[in-house]
């Protein structure tokens, strides 16, 4: 299970997961894995939400406006907030055999 793989193929392809692979790759001579893009989505969903607490950046403010965000474009497909403070994000199972590791199924957040 990942949230993360560049390589999917069919319907789980992901665009932004590709080109942000390579970029990565890049930038620091190695393959991006699951902690790089972890990061990289981290921060882009603290830095919105920075974004939009600009007038007032406060701690609580910031959490707010975290708890605020819905359907931001992360890597693999949209990243969203629960009340709970729960980040829902699409998760991949992959298997791994001979040939490699491939897309096994791919589960929306829900």
């Given amino acids: 299970m990942t949230a993360f793989a560049p390589d999917a193929e069919g319907e789980s392809a ?8 390579k970029r990565y790759k890049q930038a620091f001579q190695e393959e991006a894995d699951v902690h790089a893009a972890l990061a990289y989505e981290g921060m882009k969903l603290l830095g919105e939400a920075l ?9 609580a403010r910031v959490r707010e406006e975290l708890l605020k965000l819905k359907d931001v474009n992360g890597l693999m497909g949209p990243l969203s907030f629960t009340p709970d403070r729960q980040l829902q994000r699409p998760a991949l199972v992959m298997r791994i055999d001979d040939g490699g590791v491939k897309l096994a ?6």
Avoid at 105 to 110: D, G, I, L
């Fill in 14 to 21: 992901a665009p932004r997961a590709t080109e942000f692979a």
């Fill in 51 to 59: 974004l939009r607490s600009k007038d007032t950046l406060t701690l």
């Fill in 105 to 110: 199924k791919r589960y929306e957040a829900q």
